[in-house]
T-cell receptor, first 112, second 116 residues
């Protein structure tokens, strides 16, 4: 079945760039997503990328996709304290259940 | 405000006492889904519904039931809860992802359930 893996923790100094990595196994994935979960809240969509794209940029966020290696990354430029959260990578296909398979989540901690 | 509302947000119960977690969305979304979140395991899908009266099992359906009698509501039922169902539960909805593009889920705030 599908599997999505992420590191559990990442610490970054305020103002530096954060890079959160994710690997997935399902080669039929159509879309790959990044969700953010702040304490006590549900997940909110940050961005997503179509599988035939290599990169997507949205303000401070840059998503890179290496489809050959099934590797996805999220770069947050100029990391701020408000970026502290758990970040989930997810993959999904465009047919059937449309289920999203989520990774374990990466807890991003900002060091002042 | 467009949202997914879950109740209760917190619940402590005992083994075997039936409970229902309600989920309601006001966005006229066709697709709804329940996930559970456990440490180190991420989110796992329990059940989903493509539309009214259409439900199906996700990855971890054992011990759960759902119903979809109306478009806006998708309750999660635990007929006889057990301690291994202690978890954080999320309801989510989306417009109609089938073949139409990205499946952008809107999540509720979560329901933390403890079964003693």
């Amino acid at each position: 079945g599908e599997d999505v893996e992420q590191s559990l923790f990442l610490s970054v100094r305020e103002g530096d760039s954060s890079v959160i990595n994710c690997t997935y196994t399902d080669s039929s994935s159509t879309y790959l997503y990044w969700y953010k979960q702040e304490p006590g809240a549900g997940l909110q969509l940050l961005t997503y990328i179509f599988s035939n794209m290599d990169m997507k940029q949205d303000q401070r966020l840059t998503v890179l996709l290496n489809k050959k290696d099934k590797h996805l990354s999220l770069r947050i430029a100029d990391t701020q304290t408000g970026d502290s959260a758990i970040y989930f990578c997810a993959e999904g296909s465009n047919f059937g259940n449309e289920k999203l398979t989520f990774g374990t989540g990466t807890r991003l901690t900002i060091i002042p | 405000e467009a949202q997914v509302t879950q109740n209760p947000r917190y619940l402590i119960t005992v083994t075997g006492k039936k409970l229902t977690v309600t989920c309601s969305q006001n966005m006229n979304h066709e697709y709804m889904s329940w996930y559970r979140q456990d440490p180190g395991l991420g989110l796992r899908q329990i059940y989903y519904s493509m539309n009214v009266e259409v439900t199906d099992k996700g990855d971890v359906p054992e011990g759960y039931k759902v119903s979809r009698k109306e478009k806006r509501n998708f309750p999660l039922i635990l007929e006889s809860p057990s301690p291994n169902q202690t978890s954080l539960y999320f309801c989510a909805s989306s417009l109609n992802p089938a073949g139409s593009g990205a499946n952008v889920l809107t999540f509720g705030a979560g329901s933390r359930l403890t079964v003693l």
